[in-house]
C-alpha cells in the first residue's frame, strides 16, 4: 500500500500534537546525551508564533503529524556573520525539525529540506541555512545527505545552563 503523505501550514489545532512530538524528540536526544530540546524547548509560546507568523509547516501520514519545520523568509541574527554583499536579502532559515520517533528512518528529514528549499527558491531566496547541536547525529547526518555545507558555530536563545552552541550549514539553492 502507497502511503499519501500531505503537506500543510500548521494550525492551532495541531499544538497539542507537536507538543508531544517535541517531547518524544527532546526524550530521544536525551538518551543519546544531546542538550538540545530539554526543558519543554522549543517551547509552546514560539509554536504558536510560528503558527500566527505562518511559518510552521507540516506533513501528515494517516491523519497524524509525523514532521514538523519553521521556515523563516529572511536573513536571520543567527547567521548574520555569513550573510554579506550578494546574499543579504536572499537567504531563508530552517528551525524546529522534528521527526515524529515513529517515523524516522523514513526520510522526512530529506523531504522537510526539499519542501523548504521548494518554497524559499518560490520567494526568491538563493540560501537555506539551518544549524542543530554538535552531538546532534541523526540531524546532522540528514543535514550532511542533504548537501549542505558547515559554515561553522553559532550561539542560539536557550534557556539559561543549556548549551547555546549549535553547528550551522548552508546551502545554495538550486531550484
Same mark, same amino acid.
Given at each position: 500500500?502507497?502511503? @499519501?503523505?500531505?503537506? $500543510?501550514?500548521?494550525?492551532?489545532? *495541531? =499544538?497539542?500534537?507537536?507538543? #508531544?512530538?517535541?517531547? %518524544?524528540?527532546?526524550?530521544?536526544?536525551?538518551?543519546?546525551?544531546?542538550?538540545?530540546?530539554?526543558?519543554?524547548?522549543?517551547?509552546?509560546?514560539?509554536?504558536?508564533?510560528?503558527?500566527?507568523?505562518?511559518?510552521?509547516?507540516?506533513?501528515?501520514?494517516?491523519?497524524?503529524?509525523?514532521?514538523?519545520?519553521?521556515?523563516?523568509?529572511?536573513? @536571520?541574527?543567527?547567521? $548574520?556573520?555569513?550573510?554579506?554583499? *550578494? =546574499?543579504?536579502?536572499?537567504? #531563508?532559515?530552517?528551525? %524546529?525539525?522534528?521527526?515524529?520517533?515513529?517515523?524516522?528512518?523514513?526520510?522526512?528529514?530529506?523531504?522537510?529540506?526539499?519542501?523548504?528549499?521548494?518554497?524559499?527558491?518560490?520567494?526568491?531566496?538563493?540560501?537555506?541555512?539551518?544549524?542543530?547541536?554538535?552531538?546532534?547525529?541523526?540531524?546532522?547526518?540528514?543535514?550532511?545527505?542533504?548537501?549542505?555545507?558547515?559554515?561553522?558555530?553559532?550561539?542560539?536563545?536557550?534557556?539559561?545552563?543549556?548549551?547555546?552552541?549549535?553547528?550551522?550549514?548552508?546551502?545554495?539553492?538550486?531550484?
Amino acid at each position: 500500500m502507497i502511503e @499519501e503523505i500531505k503537506f $500543510r501550514k500548521a494550525e492551532y489545532k *495541531d =499544538i497539542e500534537e507537536l507538543i #508531544a512530538i517535541r517531547d %518524544r524528540c527532546g526524550d530521544g536526544l536525551k538518551e543519546m546525551g544531546v542538550d538540545q530540546w530539554q526543558n519543554k524547548e522549543p517551547h509552546v509560546g514560539l509554536i504558536k508564533s510560528d503558527i500566527e507568523q505562518g511559518r510552521g509547516y507540516l506533513f501528515e501520514s494517516e491523519d497524524r503529524i509525523v514532521a514538523y519545520f519553521t521556515l523563516i523568509l529572511g536573513d @536571520e541574527k543567527e547567521y $548574520r556573520e555569513f550573510i554579506s554583499g *550578494d =546574499i543579504a536579502g536572499k537567504t #531563508a532559515a530552517i528551525h %524546529r525539525v522534528m521527526v515524529d520517533t515513529e517515523f524516522r528512518g523514513r526520510a522526512f528529514s530529506q523531504r522537510v529540506f526539499t519542501e523548504a528549499g521548494r518554497m524559499a527558491a518560490d520567494a526568491g531566496k538563493k540560501f537555506l541555512f539551518v544549524d542543530t547541536h554538535a552531538k546532534n547525529k541523526p540531524m546532522l547526518k540528514s543535514i550532511e545527505r542533504y548537501g549542505f555545507s558547515y559554515l561553522g558555530v553559532i550561539e542560539i536563545d536557550t534557556n539559561e545552563g543549556h548549551d547555546k552552541k549549535r553547528s550551522a550549514f548552508s546551502k545554495e539553492i538550486l531550484m
